[in-house]
């Protein structure tokens, strides 16, 4: 089943949510990054352990590109065209 989180960050606030990856869940943290002009994900676990940070790539319609792919069976994806993130187990 897929789980979706609609991206709505706040000025001066961080945005965050919880997904479950493999079972697992992490926090999610979605932070503006000054020199590079951009969203990054930074993911980590509930006791606070960095696991990943990487820019926010959108997905566009009819292709997921997998923002945690190589580290987790399940995928996170950020839809573009409906500013969500797809988390699917």
């Known amino acids: 089943m897929t789980t979706y989180t609609i991206f709505s960050p706040a000025p001066n606030s961080l945005f965050q949510f919880t997904p ?13 990054n000054l020199a590079g002009q951009r969203w990054y994900l930074n993911l980590y676990t509930l006791s606070n352990v ?12 009819d292709y997921d590109i997998n923002l ?3 580290f987790f069976s399940s995928s996170l994806v ?3 065209s409906s500013n969500q993130f797809e988390v699917s187990p």
């Open 68 to 70: 945690v792919a190589g």
């Open 50 to 61: 960095l696991v990943l940070s990487i820019a926010r790539v959108g997905s566009p319609d």
């Open 78 to 80: 950020f839809r573009e």
């Open 20 to 32: 479950t990856l493999d079972g697992q869940q992490y926090n999610a943290i979605i932070t503006w």
